[in-house]
């Protein structure tokens, strides 16, 4: 019986080291399983890379000497700011190194590269027929944003079928095609002469 009580006991406190909540970045947990370090968020569960790590700062001067005190040093830097820093020092995991990023650069942004396994599934029934999907790798942009109602995205084509169901004039009422404030509503909107024939924003165009 007492051996019984110590193996369950021992199983239990394996579990709970295995699981247990190694730091916190940006609202996300990261867990170490088996060697490997894993973020959990509501998006899904990722292995870290544990080389790279990406950071954007307002002193770049003052980055390049925490860099070279703790031997890491800057693998790429994107024109937005963000700069992904490559773990030469291999005294440290990344965990270290977000902590030593974080403590020396406190109003700095850092966030950890991963590989990911999703929580969600892609519920298009068209999307066996949509090979661009995984041509362009777009399935992983879905642990970074799954909708966003304020980003505006402008179509340069030779046209786009906006009765689709998926763009918003379709047969529901989701409404993704923006449409000018400043004039009148075609009474088809498949047919600009069917606007008011009056430029109502003044910006020379007619029911554009």
Request: with cysteine; glycine share 6%; aromatic share 14%.
């Amino acid at each position: 019986m007492k051996f019984k009580i110590l193996y369950i006991f021992l199983t239990l406190l394996c579990f709970t080291a295995k699981s247990q909540v190694l730091y916190e970045l940006n609202g996300n947990k990261v867990i170490k399983e088996d060697s490997i370090f894993w973020l959990y968020s509501n998006s899904g569960k990722f292995e870290l890379d544990n080389e790279v790590i990406t950071i954007k700062v307002d002193d770049y001067t003052k980055l390049q000497k925490t860099l070279s005190r703790y031997g890491l040093s800057v693998l790429r830097t994107s024109k937005s700011g963000y700069i992904d820093v490559y773990n030469d020092n291999k005294r440290f995991d990344i965990i270290d190194v977000a902590k030593l990023l974080k403590e020396a650069h406190p109003n700095s942004h850092v966030e950890f590269n991963c590989f990911g396994e999703f929580y969600f599934t892609l519920n298009d029934e068209y999307l066996n027929d949509q090979w661009y999907i995984d041509k362009m790798n777009l399935k992983n942009t879905w642990d970074i944003v799954r909708g966003e109602n304020q980003v505006t995205v402008a179509i340069i084509d030779s046209g786009v079928d906006w009765t689709h169901e998926d763009l918003g004039l379709g047969n529901d009422s989701y409404q993704n095609i923006w449409l000018n404030p400043g004039e009148d509503a075609w009474t088809n909107p498949n047919n600009p002469n069917t606007g008011n024939g009056v430029d109502n924003d003044g910006n020379g165009f007619i029911d554009d």
